[in-house]
T-cell receptor, first 115, second 114 residues
Framework: DVKVTQSSRYLVKRTGEKVFLECVQDMDHENMFWYRQDPGLGLRLIYF???????EKGDIPEGYSVSREKKERFSLILESASTNQTSMYLC??????????????FGPGTRLLVL | DQQVKQNSPSLSVQEGRISILNCDYTNSMFDYFLWYKKYPAEGPTFLISISSIKDKNEDGRFTVFLNKSAKHLSLHIVPSQPGDSAVYFCAAKRVTDSWGKFQFGAGTQVVVTP
């Protein structure tokens, strides 16, 4: 079974703090993704990575950065947290290739509150 | 601009009846579609998929229908069970798009009542 874990289930941070969200997958997947989920907006892609040290911007990258130093680990960084970054953050991973290989497997999510 | 739309934010259905969830997309190049199910405090889990070479795919109580000309897909759950109460997301992509990027809809909250 694919397992995607996220370092925290709940986080409370203050405006201006630097925030790190960690994601680890154990299935040797090439692709990893960070989404945020907000009511009425669904899942929006922040960044994704298709290989170690490689990253691509998603639909809403502003205010975020990412790091992928090892294949199994993908970190999302909020350089200076703001209240509009309060959200549920979901990490996902998938194999590279044609569907159905590209089915994404999600972690449990991190609910971030920025005060 | 959302390319995948789920216009019903919520759906209430009686146990044993059919649940029908709808999803519309605007990009005619999309040719692969997924449905995910999400319980509170958990990540979405894959439910069922369909490729544009088919118009129907069935897996147990779940059937997905694709109408390419209308750019519309639907998920049917028959019969609905209390454990089906969850948020359902549809997702779409072009097979030729790199890196497995999907566009997701906003989700439909399904509540199955006894």
């Amino acid at each position: 079974d694919v397992k995607v874990t996220q370092s925290s289930r709940y986080l409370v941070k203050r405006t201006g703090e630097k925030v790190f969200l960690e994601c680890v997958q154990d299935m040797d997947h090439e692709n990893m993704f960070w989404y945020r989920q907000d009511p009425g907006l669904g899942l929006r892609l922040i960044y994704f990575s298709y290989d170690v040290k490689m990253k691509e911007k998603g639909d809403i990258p502003e205010g975020y950065s990412v790091s992928r130093e090892k294949k199994e680990r993908f970190s999302l960084i909020l350089e200076s947290a703001s209240t509009n970054q309060t959200s549920m953050y979901l990490c996902a991973s998938s194999l590279r290739g044609s569907p159905p290989k590209e089915t994404q497997y999600f972690g449990p999510g991190t609910r971030l509150l920025v005060l | 601009d959302q390319q995948v739309k789920q216009n019903s934010p919520s759906l209430s259905v009686q146990e044993g009846r059919i649940s029908i969830l709808n999803c519309d997309y605007t990009n005619s190049m999309f040719d692969y579609f997924l449905w995910y199910k999400k319980y509170p405090a958990e990540g979405p889990t894959f439910l069922i998929s369909i490729s544009s070479i088919k118009d129907k795919n069935e897996d147990g109580r779940f059937t997905v229908f694709l109408n390419k000309s209308a750019k519309h897909l639907s998920l049917h759950i028959v019969p609905s069970q209390p454990g089906d109460s969850a948020v359902y997301f549809c997702a779409a992509k072009r097979v030729t798009d790199s890196w497995g990027k999907f566009q997701f809809g906003a989700g439909t909250q399904v509540v199955v009542t006894p």
